[in-house]
């Protein structure tokens, strides 16, 4: 886990206590370069440093603080989830993005809080020599806070009015909780390739019947990203198709379905997610005959727990509702955490940061179109699936 906090806001103390709640649990140390204080730190020379540095992978975040540099390493890292639980302090924003990125695992990110005097008291108290430093510090915590309201914690533990055993018991519970996440899962081009469906159907039926590749480019362009009756009305007034509007949507909910197959290893994937304790919700705008016979031809029904669909529900992503009734049908709230992933940088990042989910792009090699960006990009959804499992280390 990472607690992330101010100076003197109780990293340290809360630490002590998850790790009387269950030995596990246990300190982090990064490798220290500079002055003051060692307890807590591997003390490391400018030499050590160096190699870490030139080291590829190894530094997984650096800083510099207090006249020190403070390094976040990799072979660190290794060692401490080969022995238990690590607990990782940190101070900056930016450090958390980077370990969560630069280091899969099942993070838990806790922030610690204390107004700026409980600071200025806790450090006068235990005889820092630095005390004008840390609420300097401290200051500047706020102003990273600040610069990142995006940033969602798992957990906020307000330390001055929470005694340590508590806060650390609030820890280990959302730690277990964090077990039972939800994950919800955009359905078209995330999990199943609907592109390559699609543009199967629409040549197979402009073959069938004779039209010009001119009128399959037109179709395709149309119903590329979404298509519904009124996609198909628009088309055949358009291109004067040989079928009337319903027999279309009627021929089309019929023959796509079974063509529709999941991206290989999708299946696998998310039994693995689902055998680590996670709800997977699938979360997908479109109509409910077509989009329930995609599911069941595919497989995917089989392998997720619940299914969430716009014209079932009435809500379309990227709108609040349709998180909030994906979450209910499993028995949670959105207050509880979790992930959206999906291929729709509008309506499953921007639609699941605003519901408080976590959120994972998928890029198909896209670059990131701008905007706050999700909390992970990958390439496909089995690279998103593996970061929220935890990938290999």
Known sequence: MILYGPPASGKDTVTRALSSLDPAFALFSRVKVGPGR????????????????????AVVYENARYDSTYVTDRPGLDSAFES???????????????????????WLTVLLWCPKEATASRSADRGDADTPARVAAWNATKEDLEAN????????????????EQAAEQIRQALAEGEQQLVM???????????TAVTSW??????AHGLTPETEHRMLGAMRVRADLQTFEDLHAELQLPESPDQLWDR????????????PGVLDALAAVR??????????????????????????????????ISEETGSRKPDLLIFEKAAASVARNLAQGGWMVGDNAALDVTGGREAGLRTAWI???????????????????????????????
């Not at 309201?149 to 340590?164: G, H, I, Q, Y």
């Not at 089309?252 to 991206?263: D, F, G, K, Q, S």
């Not at 705008?285 to 029904?301: F, M, T, V, Y």
């Open 185 to 195: 899962l955009d359905f078209d081009d995330t999990l199943v390739d609907r592109l």
């Open 84 to 106: 238990g639980v690590p607990v990782m302090h940190l101070g900056q924003i930016d450090g958390v993005r980077a370990v969560l990125d630069g280091y899969p695992a099942d």
């Open 363 to 393: 890029s198909h090699g896209r670059p990131w179109p701008g905007g706050p960006a999700p909390d992970f990009i990958a390439r496909d959804v089995l690279e998103a699936l593996n970061h929220i499992l935890g990938g290999a280390r």
């Open 252 to 263: 089309y909910n019929a023959e796509l379905p079974a063509t529709v197959r999941p991206y």
């Open 149 to 164: 309201p995006s940033f969602r914690f798992d957990l906020v533990v307000r330390t001055d009015a929470t005694p340590p």
């Open 275 to 308: 055998s680590s304790g996670r709800r997977l919700i699938v979360v997908t705008n479109g109509g409910a005959r077509i989009q329930r016979a995609k599911l069941k031809s595919s497989g995917i029904a089989d392998h997720v727990d619940a299914v969430c």
């Open 202 to 207: 629409i040549s197979g039926y402009c073959a």
């Open 38 to 57: 060692s307890a807590g730190y591997r003390m490391g020379t400018p030499e050590l440093l160096a190699q870490l540095r030139t080291t590829p992978g």
